[in-house]
Each structure stands twice: as C-alpha cells, then as structure tokens.
C-alpha cells in the first residue's frame, strides 16, 4: 500500500503517496482526500484494492477540481539528500492540452513528417520548442525547475 510521505525537494505542493521504489502526488484537498478513503477502504484488497481505487478515482475526476494553481502533469527525479534534482510540471488551466498534444501528435504521424515505425518515444515526435509552442498556444505553461 501506498503511505503518505513529505514532499521531494522542489516539488510542487500537493500530498504524495509512495512506496520504496516510487510515489504519486496529488492535488491538495478533494483529490488527496478521496484518494486517502479509497486507499483506507480499498487498499487492504492489495492489488485488486489499488486497480479499484484508481477506477474509482477516474469515475470521480470531475468532481476534483484543484487550486487554480496546481500543474496538470509534473515529472522528476530526486535523488535522497536532494542533490540532481530536476523536475518540470505543465499547467493546463483549460484542461486542453493532453487533446491537443494528441492531435499535433497525428497530424505529424500522418503526414509522414517523423520517420520510423512502431512505439516512438514522443520526444522524438515533439521537440522541446514545439512542445512549448503548443503549450503556450493552448493557454498552458511548462515550468522547468
């Protein structure tokens, strides 16, 4: 099961659940409440608890609504004592920028505009530029920290 544990230096607020080898962080408020019930509830199910609770969470998605504030995504890798540390997050206000990457997505894959074939890494589909582009042209922010 996952426990609730301190933020990683530089992180952005939110309360994080983790294990040894990984954690998630959520939203304050409504998302990490419910997710501390579901987890309680469900969690002592083990795995089947835990596919649950994210079934439950992704039924209830729009009754969680964040701080205007909160990033819509952030990724990192934080070492222990909180040396190389490197994140960054994206905030989506209009809540359209996973469609929109999408879409971007492929329109390029069919244009024929990105060689290769098979599961491609979106970094070599999306450039850092352009996917600043497009966060920016969808009223989104990606903040490098």
């Not at 089947?48 to 205007?68: N, P, Q, T």
């Amino acid at each position: 099961a996952r426990k609730e544990g301190p933020s990683p230096p530089g992180s952005p607020a939110g309360c994080y659940f983790g294990t040894d080898e990984s954690f998630l962080g959520l939203a304050p408020g409504r998302p990490a409440g419910l997710y501390r019930t579901l987890g309680k509830t469900l969690g002592s199910l083990g795995p089947v608890g835990g596919e649950l609770s994210a079934a439950f969470l992704f039924w209830l998605r729009g009754s969680m609504k964040a701080a205007e504030e909160t990033p819509a995504a952030v990724a990192g890798v934080w070492s222990e004592g909180g040396n190389g540390t490197a994140s960054a997050s994206i905030e989506d206000p209009k809540g359209i920028l996973a469609g929109v990457l999408l879409a971007e997505v492929a329109l390029k894959l069919a244009s024929g505009a990105v060689a290769g074939k098979g599961l491609l890494p979106l970094a070599d589909v999306i450039g850092r530029a352009e996917a600043e582009r497009i966060a920016t042209a969808s009223g989104g922010k990606i903040i490098a920290g």
